[in-house]
Structure formats: C-alpha cells, structure tokens
C-alpha cells in the first residue's frame, strides 16, 4: 500500500481572514516529518480562480462568493499561496484546483496514479466542504481512504462532527487523529496505543507545481 497525504485550502488568504482553520497549522506540521519519513506522497492543494473570472459560471454560488472574496482566490494573488507554516518540503506536490474537490479539473488523479498511491488520507478546510467533497471523488476512484479528524475543520463545529462521527465512518472511511495516523506510519501496531485505543476516530525531487 502506498500512501499520500492529501492537505487542502490551507493557503494564506484563508488562514488570515479565517481563524478557525489555523489551529489546524501545528498539527498538520507536526506529521509532516513522519509522513515523508515513510515515503507518504505530501500534496498541498490550494485553490485559485482567474481575477477575469472566466472559470467562474455564475450558476454556482460557492465559486462566485469565492471570487467575490477577492485575494484569498485570485490568481497571482499572495493570499494563493500554501501557508508558509506547513514549510513545503523537496518532494512535495502543489496542485490547484478550481472547484471543491481536489479532483474535479486538477492533474492530481493522475499523479497519484503515478506514483502507485492506493491510499489516501485527507486534511484541511473545510470538512464540509473539500474535504467531503474530495473524500467522495476519491471513493468513486476506487482510493482506500482516511480522515484525520483533528487535521480538519469547519466553521460550524456540530458540522464537523457530524461529517467525522457519522457521515464519514458511514461510507467506510477510516477517521483518526494526526497523533494516531503518524504512529500506524511508523508501526502500525503503535495507532491504536498512540490514541489510547480511542480512534476519532522525501524524495530528493524538487517540490513540482502543477
């Protein structure tokens, strides 16, 4: 089984103006070490949208109040870039999106592929949002999938407890915590001990951008 972590929205527009995603900062850099470690594939997903607005259909509400936000999305824009707190490693992946999923219009299914990855495990913001957004474009690909609970957020918290307590161990996803996911990386036999039995639950490339 061959791993990545898949880290999404985490840019720098959307953790100024949104104080609820940067709690998720230190716990996502925390694993990273870990994750390249054991040779998971870390892919930084941001989104950004053309300032013309031609890749904005104004029969989609979510885009357009995206655009709308202004630098947190248009291209070029500082507020694009991944958040300079997760130190982008040699070896890692940016791929941008324009849509919710990390998916849908991206290079990334192919890059996966690849790579040989069969399993993936998803963090970032929001969890209604991209994360469930990719969590199910990532089943419909036939990906072994896990959610790091504590690694993602929303901004309504009954939401993201409901998503990581029922809707996602409902269709089969695996819901863990960073402490507990970094420790199965190591030894698997050490997840279940790292989170007290309670689950919530580099390569020597150039970081490439696509």
Known sequence: MTNALIVGDLQSGITRDYPFTRKLLPVISEVLPTARAAGVLIVFIRTELRVNGLDVAPSNAVISACHAAGDIYHQGSPGTEVDPALKIADGDVIVTKRRGSAFTGTELDMILRG???DSLAVAGVATSAMVAATVYDAFDRDY?????ADACADPEPDVHDFFVDSVFPGRGVDV???RSWAAGLRDPREAA??????????????ASEV
Request: hydrophobic letters at 25%; proline letters at 4%.
């Open 115 to 117: 790579r040989g990855v």
């Open 144 to 148: 072994r999938l896990t959610v790091i």
């Open 176 to 178: 863990t915590t960073a």
């Open 193 to 206: 001990a790292s989170s007290g039995g309670q689950e919530h639950g580099e390569t020597g490339e150039p």
